[in-house]
């Protein structure tokens, strides 16, 4: 998602009650996290790193990415066991150099959605040039994601974005907000932070009005974000630095984003993080982990108790917030 927000979101400005606690029925007082898996689906070891973390391990949801080779057996395992907390990481790029992926709904229906050789475009900046102003290509693209998703039979616990593209760009940003009223699924928003407005020109368009209005419509806001890695050369000091920032974590809901998988030779040939998505995999199944969390009183939780206690009982009149 967006790494510049990791620091932006662990302060708030002012003291307030946290809605967003009150409303999972928690104290003003609590340290909530959620512990994410990006990237379902992508390879088969992210399917499978990320599975087993989310059913012997610590992780308490995920997204998986829907034009990839193994989002079928994503679905296959959350009809296997419901419980699992999974919802879409909606997907406009294709950033690896040999293992690509095209749009679901088709190059002819989103061309400006397509690279020279036939998949997604490789970066942000490719899509938004790529697109221009035929953002209804975008539409398409999302909605024909969240309706593959349906057909295969899961039905998704919520949406974010890959690589941030839906976050970069305030038309995108939209998008995807009216699309999650319409297909009822809330998508991945975070309370306003004036200095939000330093940290990347192109989200200047998020501002506490906009904060206020998707909160309005029942969006949950998230107070803190942190997707950068902090793993380290041995698995030792990655064991280390994760359970600092457990330790550091602010009061408030926080949603920790991590990229899993299972060394493979496949998955090197994918990735040269695979040592990374590896080492964040062990470290989120190592028991060690679970006490540490515990000694901590950290509440974890999943985007289902957000989705129950905050967006279902939104007002459902509501069907457009931009």
Not at 39 to 53: L, P
Not at 140 to 151: F, H, N, P, V
Not at 235 to 259: A, C, R, W
Request: net charge negative; with cysteine; glycine share 6%.
């Amino acid at each position: 998602m967006i790494l510049s927000l990791v620091c932006v979101f662990a302060t708030t400005c002012v003291q307030a009650e946290n809605k967003t606690l009150t409303a999972l029925g928690l104290p003003q007082d609590a340290r909530v996290l959620l512990i994410h898996a990006d990237d379902v689906g992508m390879s088969w070891a992210a399917e499978d790193g990320s599975i087993q973390a989310m059913e012997k391990g610590w992780v308490t949801c995920g997204s998986a990415m829907v034009p990839c080779s193994w989002f079928p057996a994503t679905v296959k395992h959350c009809k296997k066991n419901p419980d699992l907390d999974m919802g879409l990481h909606l997907t406009l790029t294709s950033e690896w150099s040999v293992y690509r992926w095209p749009p679901v709904a088709g190059r002819s229906v989103v061309p400006g959605l397509v690279d020279d050789e036939g998949y997604m475009w490789r970066n942000v900046m490719q899509v938004y040039r790529g697109v221009t102003n035929a953002t209804e290509e975008i539409e398409k693209e999302l909605q024909a994601q969240i309706d593959l998703s349906r057909k295969l039979g899961h039905e998704p616990t919520h949406l974010d974005s890959h690589m941030g593209t839906l976050y970069y760009n305030g038309v995108y940003f939209k998008i995807a907000c009216n699309l999650a009223l319409k297909n009822d699924l809330p998508f991945m928003v975070f309370k306003y932070n004036p200095a939000l407005q330093g940290v990347h020109p192109a989200l200047g368009y998020y501002k506490q009005e906009v904060a206020d209005e998707l909160e309005a419509a029942g969006f949950p806001l998230l107070d803190m974000l942190i997707q950068q890695e902090h793993v380290g050369d041995t698995y030792e000091e990655g064991f280390q630095n994760y359970t600092k920032v457990i330790s550091d974590l602010p009061t408030g809901v926080t949603l920790m984003i991590l990229h899993l998988g299972i060394d493979s030779p496949e998955f090197k040939n994918v990735t040269g993080r695979h040592w990374a998505r590896d080492q964040q995999y062990r470290i989120f199944t190592d028991p060690k982990m679970k006490e540490h969390l515990e000694k901590e009183n950290i509440t974890l939780i999943g985007w289902r108790e957000l989705k129950e206690s905050i967006w279902d009982k939104r007002d459902k009149s509501i069907k457009k917030v931009f």
